[in-house]
């Protein structure tokens, strides 16, 4: 009996200091937070200054896919709560390596076909925008119709090239 309640003792005692630590760190990373410095880019590079598109499809992208895919990405108030802050990160530098409309027309005629064509393919089966994404961007949420819009004009380019 002593000495369970001795081990119930030292138990809570662990854990107070687990949570202590625990706070000690999530504190200490607010200390590094994440470069939302957009890097800079020639507006003539724009994917919308090469390729026509309708207004509406050119702001339903902006709004679905530049957060990740430009460099003029918007980062809300709590990207400067770490980790999430980390974690958003991630997705943009990801998410710019793989495919920046901000710097499309450095792209080579065959990259820029293969990219529209990946953008087929991702938009058309729902993985773009990201899941989590929408959760706090309902603008990204993109009704049946504006997908195949956007679908259907991203085929147009790759079948043009
Ligand atoms: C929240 C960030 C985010 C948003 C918003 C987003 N993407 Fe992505 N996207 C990513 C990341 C990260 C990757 C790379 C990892 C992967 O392939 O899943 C990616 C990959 C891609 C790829 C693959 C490119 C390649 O060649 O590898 C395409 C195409 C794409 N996204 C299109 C889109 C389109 C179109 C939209 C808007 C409708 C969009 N994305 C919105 C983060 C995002």
Redesign the pocket.
């Known amino acids: 009996m002593f000495r369970l309640e001795i081990q119930v003792i030292s138990m809570k005692k662990k854990l107070k200091i687990a949570g202590l630590v625990a706070l000690a760190a999530l504190i200490i990373i607010q200390f590094f937070p994440i470069d939302t410095t957009n890097p800079v880019s020639d507006p003539s590079q724009d994917i919308f200054a090469n390729y026509e598109a309708e207004d509406a499809l050119v702001i ?2 902006k709004e ?6 430009s460099n003029n990405t918007e980062y809300p108030w709590y990207t400067r709560l770490q980790p999430v802050g980390w974690w ?1 990160k ?6 710019r ?3 920046n409309f901000s710097e499309f027309a450095n792209y080579s005629e065959k990259k820029a076909k ?2 529209f064509e ?6 058309e089966k729902g ?4 899941s ?3 959760v706090t ?1 309902p603008e ?1 949420r ?1 009704t049946d119709l504006e ?1 195949s819009a ?1 679908v259907d004009w ?1 085929k147009e380019q790759y079948e043009k090239i």
């Open positions: 339903k992208v679905a896919c530049y957060d990740c895919h958003l991630g997705h943009v530098n990801e998410g390596k793989h495919l293969h990219k990946e953008a087929v393919e991702y938009t993985w773009m925008p990201i989590s994404f929408k961007h990204a993109l997908r956007m991203f």
